[in-house]
């Protein structure tokens, strides 16, 4: 059977979708699975390292190659979920031979009243299932998937294997000689966004494991555009800041003790290599966007006005700009704390 997977989201939500991989392998162990996408934010680049999937590069403006290639995919399913699934790849799959299972957003929008207009022409060819506010995107994935899906009962996230090349030359040419944690410096690649750890407080965590963790180093990474903000010389820490392409990342990510990182791509791929991670949480939707997992965790401050951008429905620049306490969920968070919360969770053992 041939499975379609819309993927025209941001690279975070991509990697969660991959859950759903295991999921339809468990149903048809022959599946044929295609994610298909722009690759505007690195959705392919990161495909390319999953194992058992294919991937197509679609620009949305190319209705006819579109056309071509859902005309061409019979006796399957294309999966639309609720973020990544733009009105043209929406239409297609409407007229293609392939039955479609959807989910929809709470909220009026072009897209749900397309999707409940073709319901009564395509009736069971179109499963529409409706968004569930309060779950986690991983859930939502997994029910797009299996409706009776048990929300909330996962022992362990079922990410497909990476197929990462080993290459330890690269850590003895990037200098790192020992045992290490990650930290993320940045997120949105230097853009305007308020949910990423202060420069002070990433300087101060560096000195506090130096003192304490002696046998660790520290390594920075972050986008190209995190430079600019970012922009740290200090002995302590080796800075990769812009230095790394995706699968240089991926092999000093699965050799770190540790992962520290903001709610970003990042954070999805340290959980998708089953890596020690804690997640800094201030202004975004932990509920939806956190991956729950065995060896994911999370740290944020008790404030009132925490997950703003879910609760007033604003955007990153809106959140940062418009903040009236100067983005205290995240500057707040000091590096105390969060050594704190590493030994509490025994996370350097």
């Known amino acids: 059977m041939n499975y379609i997977i819309s993927a025209y989201s941001g690279l ?27 690759n505007k934010y690195g959705q392919l680049d990161y495909l ?17 190659g579109l056309w ?31 039955k479609i299972v959807q989910m929809t ?61 080993e290459n330890t030359n690269l850590l003895k040419k990037l200098k790192i000689n020992k045992r290490y ?11 305007l966004t308020p949910k990423t750890w202060k420069k002070e407080n ?5 000195s506090l494991i130096e003192k304490s963790y002696s046998k660790f180093s520290v390594v920075l990474l972050g986008d190209k555009g995190d430079s600019v903000n970012f922009n740290i010389n200090n002995p302590s820490l080796i ?36 890596k020690r991670t804690l997640a800094l949480y201030g202004p975004t939707d932990f509920l939806r966007t956190f991956p729950s ?3 994911t965790h999370m740290i944020k401050l008790d404030l009132e006005c925490i997950s703003c951008m879910k609760v007033k429905n604003l955007s990153e620049k809106q959140a940062l700009l418009k903040c009236p306490i100067d983005n205290a969920c995240m500057r707040n968070l000091k590096a105390e704390m969060v050594l704190e919360k590493i030994e509490s969770m025994n996370l350097l053992a």
């Open 12 to 38: 975070g939500n991509t990697i969660q979708l991959t859950i759903i991989i295991d999921e339809i392998l468990k149903k048809d162990k022959e599946a044929k699975i295609t994610f298909i996408s722009d």
């Open 48 to 64: 390319a390292f999953v194992e058992g999937v294919e991937t197509r590069f679609f620009s949305r403006l190319d209705f006819v």
């Open 68 to 98: 071509r290639f859902f005309k061409g995919n019979k006796q399957g399913f294309t999966l639309l979920p609720f973020l990544g699934s733009p009105t043209i790849i929406q239409l297609l799959s409407y007229f293609s031979p392939n």
């Open 105 to 165: 957003t709470q909220t009026l929008t072009k897209n749900k009243i397309l999707a409940f207009f073709f319901k009564i022409f395509l009736g069971k060819r179109l499963n529409i299932i409706l968004y569930r506010d309060g779950k986690s995107e991983l859930d939502l994935y997994l029910i797009l998937i299996n409706e009776s899906y048990p929300s909330g009962h996962r022992k362990e996230l079922n990410y497909p294997n990476l197929k990462i090349k």
């Open 181 to 191: 944690i990650c930290i993320q410096a940045g997120a949105a690649n230097g853009n």
């Open 202 to 206: 990433i300087l101060e965590f560096t």
């Open 239 to 274: 800075n990769l800041i812009g230095k790394t392409t995706l699968e240089e990342l991926l092999v000093i990510l699965n050799h770190a003790e540790l992962v520290i990182c903001n709610d970003s791509s990042l954070m999805h791929i340290s959980t998708a290599l089953r």
């Open 293 to 295: 997992s065995p060896k």
